[in-house]
């Protein structure tokens, strides 16, 4: 572990000490049945919309790969940060699409 991790311990004066990370697990990732997937669109500068993928629940990697098989799926750009994907475009319906025919409950929110 390195030391940049550790927030709130200046020194210790116990030889027996031993820093505990707390919250640094990620969840498990729920089965698609489980998951309850929000599709958001958004409007950035310029005019340009993008389609977000909001409320999965798991790991970093598993989400970083249902993001890429989205942005394939829609022959998009995007990224996957803060555990939602972003696809470029409005996409929304085939996402959804998608997203209930391999199992997800998912379905349009927002405005």
């Not at 000490?17 to 990620?26: L, M, Q």
């Not at 500068?45 to 890429?68: P, S, Y």
Request: with cysteine; net charge positive.
């Amino acid at each position: 572990m390195s030391k940049k991790n550790r927030t709130g311990v200046i020194y210790s004066t116990n030889p027996d000490f031993e820093y505990n990370d707390s919250g640094a697990d990620e969840p498990d990732t729920l089965p698609a049945a489980q998951q309850d997937l929000r599709i958001w669109l958004d409007r950035k500068g310029g005019g340009k919309v993008i389609t977000i993928i909001k409320g999965f629940i798991g790991t970093n990697a598993d989400m970083e790969a249902l993001g890429k098989q989205l942005k394939a799926l829609c022959g998009s750009g995007g990224t996957v940060k803060d555990q939602e994907a972003q696809i470029q475009g409005d996409h929304r319906d085939k996402v959804i699409n998608w997203l209930v025919g391999k199992g997800y409950k998912a379905k349009k929110a927002g405005g």
